[in-house]
């Protein structure tokens, strides 16, 4: 079981961009599953922000509920299918959630780039656990598949290349196959189905 923030602070330190799951509220009563960047800031009340594009289920569920929850996962097949597919849970906090944070979150500013809509959004924690304490290790292949998501989410974009985002996923492909586990191996076979790419 977790250990519940008393202060409701984040479980982590959060640096530059830090990648998240987060999971929403949807108006059938189950729990939407998305990736989500978490930016840093400089202020002292704890909050973070991030971004969503687009008319998004995370996008919808935060602007009519308000909340929800960021989670620190390592499983890599959580994080392909929260980041490329449609997923919902009957509870907000996935099995593989090392921690997990309840949010508060409030819009700050939006605008449009290129043809899409985004909206920064700040993220007040308001209660959190940590699940597992776990010794910090440094696996190429994982990282390769939290990279190869980015760059499969800007496929067809216009303002991004086709062929350069290809020659990444390439890459990233044969980094995960050299230094993955079976789960990293797993989560890129799934990012293959899911943006129906072939590398």
Known sequence: MGESG???EWPAELRG???????????NGRWNVAALGLFATDTSDGTATARTWG???TWRNFTERGEGHVQFTRDPVDFVDAACSVREE????????????RVEVDAVEDGVEGDTQWVEWALSPVESA???RVVPTTNRGYYAVVEA???AS????????????????????DVVERCGGERERAAFDRLRTHADISV
């Open 6 to 8: 008393g202060a409701a």
């Open 17 to 27: 961009v830090t990648e998240s799951v987060v999971t929403t509220l949807g108006p």
């Open 55 to 57: 008319r998004t289920r």
């Open 90 to 101: 009957d509870d907000p906090v996935l099995d593989s959630a090392d921690a997990w944070v």
């Open 130 to 132: 940590v699940e597992r």
């Open 149 to 151: 998501t980015v760059a």
């Open 154 to 173: 800007r496929l067809d974009v216009p303002s991004y290349d086709d062929e350069t985002l290809r020659e990444r996923l390439a890459y990233f492909a």
